[in-house]
């Protein structure tokens, strides 16, 4: 088994880095030959104050280092920036938020606004997120105090955001935008603050419109006119048994998992790393296209505020990062923040739900948007959608029919009132060590969906999943959950990473998430009950429950954040074995300890914890099949051609370079068909006792390894594809006409740097995988040395310099020394500067 290889290949970039900056802090000078020219010494003075006037001092790959006096100024500069770079992808988003996109676009287009690229139709966007205007969602937050509306400083800086878009958008006029996407679209237009705000409500509720959204705009009672109907379908299914209906969602929010955004983090304290007080390594992998892309600042108040990372585009604060003292990341959970209730409908008059014995009458709501006709006229759609005291009625979950028979399924949204995401990621941005961060997430509850793993200056590694979470205890859940919710809920059997559904008794008012006085919202879980570990070691997550942040600590937590004692994904054992062996010094490499070297090393080796544990006996197997032929799905399969070649991968990596790994990727896609791992055929099977090396040993006597085998070697025949082909011949972009090769692997290879390919706009591409990447290393004095890398680079406008210029880096496993200092700023040799008058 290969665990670990010395491939000084990927690794070199930061050493180069390394001895870059520390040559020029003795010089001062900036030697030639890195990726990225380095940074001068360390401990340079901080500004007194800021400039009279917001400035944007651009560095190496359009990094912007935004300076202002106050806090509008800085948004402002964010906002141009940000716009300059990106300015249709923000205005697709807008015209999104404002439920728009059928009127400019058609109601057959589609849109994205979970976490899925063309995850719905415009005309169910429009309906949904017309909703939520037509309520007035967004403008009753906004009216009220800190902590559930905004605080003074988010404000200020919204407002300096649409300052500086719209100064951008001015500056170059519609017809003048460089990107073909919008460049005289009639849907780019100035945008006002109440826009900023629909945007970032839009990103902390995609966790539930994800699976839930083309439900609620559909649904409608029994007996419905056509017109009210439309959308749903044409009649009711036949209601099917607890276990199937539990079944069938399952299924369907797993897939979606597998297809959507995941992310690793890994914080280590001062016990394993070398020459340092801690360090972080954030590897959020989220969508390359699209509003859910990230974008790269340094956002710097004298005095008051000194962060860089990245955030969501449009977000102007940074969301994954680090300041002086701390650095953080987030990870995707396994908390569902919605929750459904069933409630028992008069068969005579479906509106009507009984609670407590008496019946209620539901709401009813008339929906409109505008769309443009084929002939390019504009009519108008409109909706009844229903609603309960419990919220919404939905008629689906990711796409799973809840037929409205003799029940009903409403919604209730745990992040729907929430824009206290935006006052979290503002203290964050401010924090001071790892204290600090569980203070502003127990005191804000705004984060959404994510775990944070954090590490401070002090030596501090913390993983916390604190955040909006349902107040359903375990007492609670027992109490009220359907037989279906049951299923759900409780999940037997156990699908890789699907949170925890919870169907309740809407017959039952005491059913409703109760409120907890030391919550900071209604219905939320007390967050002092949500798990959090600090240590000195490490702790880490790559999107399993928070049970084993670290092992030889592990977390207890209620259900609804997740689940214990069950088997790990493969990258989350590849992430915590990486972290234990190198601390340890036991993976083959000199030393004990990270370094950002050794950090380097752990993500872009693209090590397949899949490979570790199943190519020796797949090799084994493949050697065995009498004459080398296996009859599958009516064809006489010769697979002899693929025993050397996945003999040969001895590294089991998802490198350029590597051969045998795409074939082995195929092969290991159609073995799992969907299951979780521990489905497979093993000799040796999960043991909770050692859930980090278990289950292991395949059964080499099983049909199931034989055939899949066969499937993926047809496959690769049927599409032309070598069996030893590289793998930079399969997985790559085109970027300008040029064509881009991709590392890393899909998440069920057990690969850390994950990279799931599909197709954009009917071309290969990368769907979603690692984004923003970005390690973090402190020392006892002195600021922080940072690397990072942005994979599919800092603009979509493919006319831009920016376009993938850091999508060359991340091909060739190489990183960003960034620039923290006004001292490192000002020696960039492409320092560029723009002063916003």
């Known amino acids: 088994m290969a665990r670990r290889r010395n491939r000084a290949r990927l690794p070199l970039a930061v050493m180069a880095a390394v001895a870059v900056m520390s040559t020029t802090a003795a ?9 990225s020219p380095g940074s001068p010494s360390a401990g340079s003075p901080a500004v007194a104050q800021g400039p009279e006037k917001p400035t944007i001092r651009y560095t190496e ?46 109601p057959e287009g589609k849109a994205s606004p979970g976490q899925h690229q063309n995850g719905t139709t415009n005309l169910h966007s429009d309906l949904y997120f017309q909703r939520i205007k037509d309520n007035r969602v967004v403008e009753r937050l906004l009216d009220q105090p800190a902590p559930d509306g905004p605080e003074p400083e988010v404000r200020e800086a919204i407002t300096g955001y649409v300052q500086g878009y719209n100064r951008y958008l001015s500056e170059t006029g519609v017809n003048g935008i460089s990107d073909p996407a919008c460049r005289g679209a009639a849907w780019v237009r100035p945008i006002t603050e109440l826009d900023v705000y629909r945007h970032a409500h839009a990103e902390i509720i995609m966790g539930s419109a994800e699976p839930l959204l083309d439900g609620l705009v559909t649904a409608a009672p029994p007996g419905a006119s056509a017109a009210e109907a439309a959308g749903a379908s044409a009649a009711a299914p036949a209601a099917t048994s607890p276990a199937r209906t539990a079944e069938k969602i399952r299924d369907a929010l797993a897939v979606s998992r597998r297809q959507s955004m995941g992310s690793n983090a890994l914080a280590v304290g001062s016990q394993g790393t070398s020459g340092g007080t801690s360090m972080l390594l954030a590897n959020p992998h989220f969508p390359w296209q699209g509003k859910n ?43 569902a923040p919605f929750g459904l209730f069933d409630v028992q409908v008069d068969p005579l008059n479906p509106t009507m739900y009984l609670v407590d014995g008496a019946w209620e009458k539901m ?90 793993v954090a590490s401070d200056r002090k030596g501090n590694a913390l993983y916390a999943d604190i955040q909006a979470t ?79 942040a670290n092992p030889e600590q592990p977390l207890s937590f209620p259900r609804v954040m997740g689940d214990s004692a069950t088997p790990r994904s493969l990258r989350t054992q590849e992430l915590i074995l990486t972290a234990r062996n190198r601390i340890n010094g036991t993976d083959g490499l000199p030393g004990r300890g990270f370094t950002p070297e050794s950090m380097g090393r752990l993500l872009f080796a693209d090590n397949s914890r899949a490979a570790d544990l ?43 370079d590597s051969r045998g790994s795409w074939l082995f990727a195929n092969y290991w896609a159609l073995l799992l068909n969907g299951q979780g791992v521990e489905k497979l055929p093993w000799r040796v099977p999960f043991d909770p006792k050692d859930p980090v090396h278990t289950p292991n040993s395949l059964d080499t006597g099983s049909s199931a390894l034989r055939d899949a085998l066969a499937r993926a070697v047809l496959a690769l025949r049927k599409a032309g594809i070598p069996l030893n082909a590289p793998l930079s011949d399969v997985q790559r972009i085109t970027r300008g006409g040029e ?6 692997g899909i998440s069920e290879l057990g690969v850390l740097n994950v990279i799931t390919p599909g197709q954009v706009d009917g071309k290969p591409d990368i769907v979603f995988g690692s984004s923003f990447v970005q390690q973090v290393r402190f020392t006892a004095d002195g600021p922080p040395q940072a690397f990072s890398v942005l994979a599919y680079s800092q603009s979509a406008d493919p006319t831009s310099p920016h376009h993938a210029d850091q999508t060359r880096l991340f091909s060739a496993g190489r990183w960003v020394p960034e620039r923290f200092t006004e001292e490192q700023i000002a020696a960039s040799p492409v320092l560029r500067i723009k002063v916003l008058s």
């Open 614 to 656: 199943a190519l020796g006996a797949t090799v084994t197997m493949c050697q065995n099949v009498p004459f080398g032929l296996v009859l599958v799905d009516g064809n006489l399969v010769d697979v002899s051609e693929a025993c050397p070649v996945l003999a040969a991968w001895k590294d089991h990596d998802y490198t350029n």
């Open 293 to 335: 892309r990230m974008w790269q600042s340094h956002l710097t108040i004298p005095g008051k505020l000194n962060v860089s990372g990245a955030s969501l585009l449009g977000l102007p604060a940074v969301n994954i990062g680090y300041n002086d003292d701390v650095a953080w990341s987030h990870t995707v959970a396994t908390v």
């Open 739 to 744: 064509r881009i090769p991709i590392h890393g």
């Open 61 to 106: 790959y359009g990094i912007p280092h935004v300076i202002a006096s106050d806090w509008q100024g800085l948004g402002a500069g964010y906002g141009y920036a940000a716009a300059k770079d990106n300015i249709c992808t923000l205005a697709d988003t807008y015209l999104m938020v404002n439920a728009q996109r059928s009127r400019h676009l058609g």
């Open 470 to 548: 349902p107040n359903i205890t375990d007492e609670h859940a027992r109490s009220c959950l359907t037989e279906t919710g049951k299923l759900l809920f409780n999940q037997q059997p156990r699908l890789p990473n699907v949170p925890p559904i919870s169907i309740f008794d809407g017959k039952r008012g005491a059913c409703d998430w109760p409120d907890d006085p030391n919550a900071v919202a209604p219905g939320l879980l007390d967050p002092h009950r949500q798990p959090r570990l600090i240590r000195s070691d490490f702790v880490g997550n790559a999107n399993d429950s928070p049970w084993l």
């Open 27 to 35: 010089t001062g000078s900036v030697p030639t030959g890195s990726s």
């Open 363 to 452: 709401t009813s709501q008339r929906v409109g948007v505008d769309v443009r006709n084929a002939d390019g006229s504009l009519g108008r759609v409109t909706r009844t959608l229903w609603s309960t005291r419990y919220g919404p009625v939905t008629t689906s979950i990711q796409g799973v029919p809840l037929p409205w028979v003799v029940s009903a399924h409403a919604v209730r949204d745990a992040n729907m009132d929430n824009l206290r995401a935006l006052n979290t990621w503002f203290r964050l941005d401010q924090a001071t060590d790892v204290h600090d961060v569980v203070s502003t997430l127990e005191t804000t509850q705004g984060v959404p969906f994510f775990n944070t």
